[in-house]
Nanobody, 119 residues
Framework: QVQLVESGGGLVQPGGSLRLSCAAS????????MGWYRQAPGKQRELVAI???????NYADSVKGRFTVSRDNAKNTASLQMNSLKPEDTAVYYC?????????????WGQGTQVTVPS
């Protein structure tokens, strides 16, 4: 089992910045990838950004150039730097990680952290 704990959400004005952090703990063999998803009210959960253990990243088109995902493999942490925030970025943000255990990849999710950008 792996536990993911997010921190760093909150209320920020349009154009502002926030940094989300995620700490993984538990039976960690290899977390690959780690990243972030978000879910706005009435919408499906969507990919925001993910990063492999080798540093390869993938971003949603809507956040490219504004958000940056990073990770520290030694500390089993991931971060999401969010700049130039827009009202449409308002959502619950979930940390995500895939762990190798019992000869298969298992998906884990954090509890979510609210990000609110008022219009």
């Amino acid at each position: 089992q792996v536990q993911l704990v997010e921190s760093g959400g909150g209320l920020v004005q349009p154009g502002g910045s926030l940094r989300l952090s995620c700490a993984a703990s538990g039976y960690i063999v290899s977390l690959n990838p780690m990243g972030w998803y978000r879910q706005a009210p009435g919408k499906q959960r969507e990919l925001v950004a993910i990063i492999t253990s080798g540093g390869i990243t993938n971003y949603a088109d809507s956040v490219k150039g504004r958000f940056t995902v990073s990770r520290d493999n030694a500390k089993n942490t991931a971060s999401l730097q969010m700049n130039s925030l827009k009202p449409e970025d308002t959502a619950v943000y979930y940390c995500y990680a895939r762990n190798w255990e019992r000869s298969s990849w298992i998906d884990y999710w954090g509890q979510g952290t609210q990000v609110t950008v008022p219009s």
